[in-house]
């Protein structure tokens, strides 16, 4: 790879697309406003067999907006900690037109995860709903004193506020923020302002907020767009998309929710997976999009009856988040009738990276070719600076609008992330000649479970709180559901009782996420170190997790 014009990936474009097709910038509450004005008597959602137009959620954002200015937001960090419910898109563009930045929190952390999101961003006020222990656990986060404000509302926005409570002037019904009419005028922000501060994971496990701008999330919104409606992949303002995907995910946030309200697109939000409820929004509400992440391809395919079922309104499907087996992508094309799509990306490219073209031939392994506007290369792992050529192995790089300015409040791990003004993905690959990228490992040690990230070092120092553990190294192994789950390989300190998984488990679900829960548990004599004496995951890899082979 020279870096000269044409780049490889060009030539096996679709017909009608072009890599350095302009992008369209612009802020979130912008292109929000402009799909609305739009589509205003469109379905913009629908939840529960409730729905909302276009008109009704523009006019639900703008009253939270004003309400949200009232709090003081502007300039400052608004915490969403819902799964996906309209309350969510409604405190989303809100938040964002008061001229404040959103911290997602997901609702599968545990207590200490989220403190520490809440304490490194500076978020002070948070939105939650009534679902679940949600509330619970954010009473528990504002008796921490990390909270000025805690806003709960029902899900569906306009239910009574039955959750907040009168004994702490610091938790206000979000219907609060809809029911005062204030006059407004929403706070001018500029691309180039930070909008969204989504934590991720490295190689640490430390999670970190990766800075995207409003322009990084539009630029990539665009550059999904240009590469679709050239192979009219979709049909603006008739498409209804599954919408299960966690909204507090790069993955859904951007490919789902900013990209398809701001085509007049309908989304069925669904608060989580269910193989049943998704046959169901197939068959009878004829859904036409539905991007998932492995478990759920995995769990549909193996619905009972799955065979039989009508999937002819579905025109377009993609799999992302993780690594799709393979036999999963054979069943569905035989039983659907068409291949599904993918790409790769990460939270920090927002997440356009590359996808798989519709058209052309199929290469198997493929994570597919730059999308417009992307530029990646591979470079050394000895030397981040030379550039390698079509099939050698090395390090992928990625530079474009979409890509992250760095990390919130860490000067030195951004320093650390970037050559050249790319950014160092952490990802192992190659470029074959035609342009086509291949993963092939991860130099990270984060764990791709189900679609989540699973730091393996959050979960170390939980199980070192253990009075049994002596040392312990935790690694991702193949799972046949979840894609990778955690395990974990202990050694007891002497005389301590035997330790199972079951008991094992039982001691992190107050400290870790469910998602983080390790799988498997293995006792040891000792565990592997390197030649310096620091424990080593090098043999524990080798032996369950093979990698990948790497291109003849």
């Known amino acids: ?66 309400g949200f200015a009232a709090l003081g937001v502007a300039g400052a960090q608004v915490a969403l900690y819902a799964p996906n419910t309209p309350l969510y898109v409604v405190a989303f563009f809100g938040a964002l037109k008061a001229g404040a930045r959103i911290v997602n929190l997901s609702p599968l952390d545990a207590e200490r995860e989220l403190a520490h999101k809440l304490r490194d961003s500076g978020a002070r006020t948070l939105v939650t709903t009534t679902v679940g222990d949600l509330p619970k ?37 979000f219907q609060t923020l809809l029911d005062e009419p204030r006059r407004f005028a929403p706070v001018p922000v500029g691309t180039d302002e930070i909008a969204l501060l989504q934590y991720t994971g490295g190689t640490t496990g430390t999670p970190r907020a990766a800075m995207l701008t409003h322009g990084n999330l539009t630029a990539a919104v665009s550059s999904y767009d240009v590469w679709s409606s050239g192979q009219k992949l979709l049909r603006p303002g008739e498409e209804r998309v599954i919408c299960v995907l966690p909204l507090f995910h790069i993955y859904a946030l951007t490919t789902i929710m900013l990209r398809h309200l701001s085509l007049g697109n309908e989304l069925l939000l669904r608060p989580r997976f269910d193989a049943a409820t998704t046959i169901r929004d197939i068959q009878e509400k004829r859904a036409t999009i539905f991007p998932g992440v492995p478990t759920m391809w995995i769990g549909l395919m193996a619905h009972p009856g799955v065979e039989a079922c009508d999937f002819s309104s579905l025109r377009h499907c993609t799999s992302g988040g993780a690594a799709l087996p393979v036999h999963v992508a054979e ?52 030397d981040a600076r030379r550039v390698l050529q079509p099939g050698d192995v090395g ?57 989540f990230n699973v730091y393996p070092r959050v979960i170390e120092e939980a199980i070192y709180e253990h009075p049994s553990v002596e040392e312990v190294l935790v690694i991702g192994v193949p799972d046949d559901y979840r894609g990778e789950a955690a395990k974990a390989f202990v050694k007891l300190r002497a005389g301590a009782p035997p330790l199972t998984l079951d008991d094992l488990r039982d001691f992190l679900a107050d400290k870790v996420g469910r998602h983080e829960l390790p799988t498997a548990l293995e006792i040891r004599d000792s565990l592997p170190r390197s030649t310096v004496g620091k424990l080593s995951k090098r043999e524990l890899l080798a032996g369950e997790r093979p990698r990948s082979p790497a291109p003849n």
Not at 14 to 25: A, E, Q, R
Not at 47 to 53: D, E, I, M, V
Not at 142 to 166: I, M
Request: proline content about 8%; glycine content about 12%.
């Open 1 to 66: 790879m020279t870096g000269e014009r044409p780049y490889a990936w060009e030539k096996s474009y679709p017909p009608g697309v072009k890599w350095d097709s302009p992008l369209s910038l612009t802020t979130i509450p912008a292109l929000f406003d402009k799909a609305v004005a739009a589509h205003a008597n469109r379905p913009a959602l629908e939840y529960r067999g409730r729905s909302f137009t276009y008109g009704e959620l523009g006019e639900l954002v703008n009253r939270a907006a004003a």
């Open 137 to 173: 656990m954010a009473r528990t986060l504002l008796g921490a004193s990390l909270l000025d404000h805690l806003l709960v509302g029902d899900d569906c926005v306009r239910a009574a506020p039955t959750a907040a409570a009168a004994d702490d002037p610091r938790v206000l019904p």
């Open 331 to 382: 069943r569905f094309a035989k039983i659907i009738g068409r291949h599904l799509g993918g790409g790769w990306g990460m939270t920090e490219t927002s997440p356009a990276g590359t996808n798989i073209p519709s058209y052309g031939p199929r290469k198997p392994g493929s994570v597919g070719i730059p999308l417009p506007g992307v530029h990646m290369d591979v470079v050394a792992l000895d």
């Open 395 to 451: 390090e992928i790089r990625v530079k474009g609008l979409n890509v992250t300015r760095g990390y919130w409040r860490r000067p030195q791990e951004t320093k650390d992330a970037f050559v050249d003004g790319h950014l160092l993905t952490g990802d192992i690959g190659y470029m074959d000649e035609d342009g086509f990228f291949f993963l092939v490992d991860r130099k990270k040690e984060m764990i791709i479970s189900g679609g």
